[in-house]
């Protein structure tokens, strides 16, 4: 597979303006990811909750994925106002029509949550099944600390064994040569796709390291680390290589399918009554998503919007899109809903309306730039998880790992590519959260 004059190519990591404190990171060149100085104290019961939640998300994305109808349907009116939603069903809906099938099916994947102190509950932000990121660094980090707490953890008061082990790197290289070994071919390689000018390089390395590089050879894997977003596609000449890729008989990670089970609209679809049962089959396994879905709706909903406008500060405005920076919060939803109600067409069906989660805030070390500096911070945990299936059975099904990542309080988004936040670890501790 060639793609060549396509964005997807890898470059050094480039020096970048900090979003978390004003002005620029001296030197030039290479940076050091931003990372707190010490773990965040997380409650062990939140913390076996999420883990237990990974297996059934796997296998909840890849049930979905084979539901071409479902996909279609639910994203039919977002296509209409949305070109690159558009443009990945028109992939998509080619596929369906020569009925191609995937006989093995990978999925690297990451659900987000926080835990809301208003209810006392975990509840999910989103569900990532294309560029999971900070596998790679995040681990570090999570040894940074263990290292750290070994060392201090006596003064301090706390215990290195508290922090969990992470394996999400070596998991996911796991998944990838195990895809690799399924496609059964010995000559062939497994290709990462990334971004041009990629900032994000090293946590990539991570993965990369165990496994071979080599060119001119069959492509077993495809491991996407760009493609969710339009400037990812700047000409047609991207999108001839995602349709080759999803055309050939690579293992997509993910395939075009998966993509899309990954969307806002089709969270906010299988929040719905009754969807969940359209694809699983456990009462318990469907009762424990359930239970941390967060308030989720779409715009056709007249009294929610209502409620969103004279209450912005409760509800988060979401596009389909990934990658950071792109929800609307507090007075930009409340005119962006009202300049929505007043368009003709379509135009609500690009949005999700989604409830805003409160977690309770803490002072945390941060450090960016080679700057350590105290401020009110709120964490978000990602649980990580892997799934392999061939056409007889589930090869891989698994939990593996996490990424906590944590930002000044004042701050909406929480990304920490796009300058957000910083990468941290989890301390697990017995606490109850005070509802407040």
């Given at each position: 597979?060639?793609?060549?004059?396509?964005?997807w190519?890898?470059?050094?990591?480039?020096?970048?303006?900090?979003?978390?404190r004003?002005?620029?990171?001296?030197g030039?060149g290479?940076?050091?990811?931003?990372?707190?100085?010490?773990?965040?104290?997380?409650?062990?019961s939140?913390w076996?909750?999420?883990c237990?939640?990974?297996?059934?998300f796997n296998e909840l994305?890849?049930?979905?994925?084979?539901?071409?109808?479902?996909?279609?349907g639910s994203l039919?009116r977002?296509?209409?106002?949305?070109?690159?939603?558009?443009?990945?069903l028109?992939?998509?809906?080619?596929?369906?029509a020569?009925?191609?099938?995937?006989d093995?099916?990978?999925?690297?994947?990451?659900?987000?949550?926080?835990?809301d102190?208003?209810?006392?509950?975990?509840?999910?932000?989103?569900?990532n099944?294309?560029?999971?990121?900070?596998?790679?660094?995040?681990?570090?980090?999570?040894?940074?600390?263990?290292?750290?707490?070994n060392?201090?953890?006596e003064?301090?008061?706390?215990?290195?064994?508290?922090?969990?082990?992470?394996?999400?790197?070596?998991?996911f290289?796991e998944?990838?040569?195990?895809?690799?070994?399924?496609?059964?071919?010995?000559?062939?390689v497994?290709?990462?796709?990334v971004?041009?000018?990629?900032?994000?390089?090293y946590d990539?390395?991570w993965?990369?390291?165990?496994?071979?590089?080599?060119?001119?050879?069959?492509?077993?894997?495809?491991?996407?680390r760009?493609?969710?977003?339009?400037?990812?596609?700047?000409?047609?000449v991207?999108?001839?290589?995602?349709?080759?890729?999803?055309?050939s008989?690579a293992?997509?990670?993910?395939?075009?399918?998966?993509?899309l089970?990954?969307?806002?609209?089709?969270?906010?679809?299988?929040?719905?009554?009754?969807?969940?049962?359209?694809?699983?089959d456990n009462?318990?396994?469907?009762?424990?998503?359930?239970?941390?879905?967060?308030?989720l709706?779409?715009?056709?909903n007249?009294?929610?919007?209502?409620?969103a406008?004279?209450?912005?500060?409760?509800?988060?405005?979401?596009?389909q899109?990934?990658?950071?920076?792109?929800?609307?919060?507090?007075h930009?939803?409340?005119e962006?809903l009202i300049?929505?109600?007043?368009?003709?067409?379509?135009?609500?069906?690009?949005?999700?309306?989604?409830?805003r989660?409160?977690p309770?805030?803490?002072?945390?070390?941060?450090?960016?730039?080679?700057?350590c500096?105290?401020?009110?911070s709120?964490s978000?945990?990602g649980i990580?998880?892997?799934?392999?299936?061939?056409?007889d059975?589930?090869?891989?099904?698994?939990?593996?790992?996490?990424?906590?990542?944590?930002?000044?309080?004042?701050?909406?988004?929480g990304?920490?590519?796009?300058g957000?936040?910083?990468?941290d670890?989890?301390?697990l501790?017995?606490?109850?959260?005070?509802?407040?």
């Open positions: 597979i060639k793609c060549e004059n396509s964005c190519s890898q470059l050094i990591v480039m020096n970048r303006t900090s979003r978390l004003s002005g620029t990171v001296p030039v290479l940076v050091h990811a931003p990372f707190s100085l010490l773990p965040t104290r997380f409650p062990a939140f076996k909750q999420a237990e939640l990974a297996p059934i994305v890849d049930r979905v994925s084979l539901d071409g109808k479902f996909l279609q039919s977002t296509k209409q106002v949305d070109d690159f939603t558009a443009r990945l028109e992939i998509h809906a080619k596929m369906m020569v009925n191609k099938k995937e093995i099916r990978l999925g690297l994947h990451r659900s987000d949550y926080m835990l102190s208003e209810t006392n509950s975990l509840l999910q932000i989103e569900l099944t294309i560029s999971t990121s900070f596998p790679g660094l995040g681990s570090l980090v999570s040894e940074l600390h263990r290292t750290l707490l060392q201090y953890g003064v301090l008061g706390l215990d290195s064994e508290r922090i969990p082990r992470n394996w999400a790197a070596i998991q290289a998944a990838l040569g195990k895809a690799w070994v399924e496609y059964n071919n010995e000559s062939a497994v290709m990462m796709i971004q041009a000018e990629e900032r994000n390089m990539q390395y993965l990369i390291n165990h496994l071979k590089e080599s060119d001119g050879r069959p492509v077993a894997v495809v491991y996407f760009a493609g969710y977003a339009p400037t990812d596609y700047p000409s047609e991207e999108w001839s290589a995602r349709l080759l890729i999803e055309q008989s293992i997509k990670c993910p395939s075009i399918s998966y993509h089970v990954g969307t806002k609209k089709i969270q906010q679809e299988l929040a719905k009554p009754s969807v969940l049962e359209r694809f699983l009462e318990e396994d469907i009762a424990k998503l359930r239970k941390c879905f967060a308030g709706w779409s715009l056709d007249e009294e929610i919007v209502k409620s406008i004279e209450k912005p500060d409760l509800f988060v405005l979401k596009p899109r990934e990658g950071g920076g792109n929800n609307l919060y507090g930009d939803l409340r962006t300049r929505l109600k007043n368009e003709q067409g379509e135009a609500l069906a690009a949005y999700i309306l989604m409830q989660i409160f309770r805030a803490s002072l945390t070390q941060l450090v960016q730039g080679g700057v500096f105290e401020e009110l709120i978000e945990l990580f998880g892997s799934y392999l299936r061939n056409k059975k589930v090869v891989i099904n698994n939990q593996c790992g996490y990424l906590m990542r944590t930002k000044v309080s004042s701050s909406n988004e990304g920490v590519a796009a957000f936040a910083v990468l670890s989890i301390l501790t017995d606490e109850v959260i005070i509802v407040v």
